[in-house]
């Protein structure tokens, strides 16, 4: 007897050309969950840190997608980067951002991820990406 693994159905890692196929982390494309974390001061007085908190816990579909640790690993290196620069660009730290500006960096990493997603890589030979310059937040 012959034995049949179906591979459709086991997860994928959203990077292109990455082959794992198991043990994928789920991954919130905007990094909501830095936020959940930097405003928590917040929850007493704001409605829509709540609501923010909540959103996050739902894990909806259209906020994440799956990556293989490796990946996961160097899609959050890239975001360091970012999130660095942004806290340069406004000297202070992320708990006092506003949540505009909280919006504004997440759409940022979240236009990373979509650019990084689709550029073929093997992960035991990442490419060296040059980042995009920071704009004005
Ligand atoms: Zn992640
Ligand atoms: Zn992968």
Not at 15 to 23: D, F, P, V, Y
Not at 49 to 59: H, I, M, P, Q
Request: with cysteine; proline share 4%.
């Amino acid at each position: 007897m012959k034995l049949r693994i179906n591979l459709t159905n086991v997860p994928r890692c959203s990077k292109a050309g990455c082959t794992h196929r198991a043990l994928m982390h789920r991954h919130h494309t905007s990094h909501q969950w830095m936020w959940v974390r930097a405003f928590a001061i917040r929850r007493s007085k704001e409605k829509k840190y709540r609501s923010f908190v909540k959103a996050y816990g739902r894990f909806n579909q259209k906020d994440i997608v799956l990556l293989c640790p490796g990946h996961h690993g160097e899609i959050h290196e890239l975001y360091d980067d970012i999130i660095t620069r942004a806290i340069y660009s406004h000297h202070v730290p992320l708990e006092c951002f506003s949540w505009r500006q909280a919006n504004r960096l997440m759409s940022s990493l979240r236009s990373r991820y979509l650019k990084w997603k689709d550029i073929e890589t093997n992960i035991s030979n990442p490419p060296t990406e040059r980042l995009e310059p920071w704009g004005d937040i």
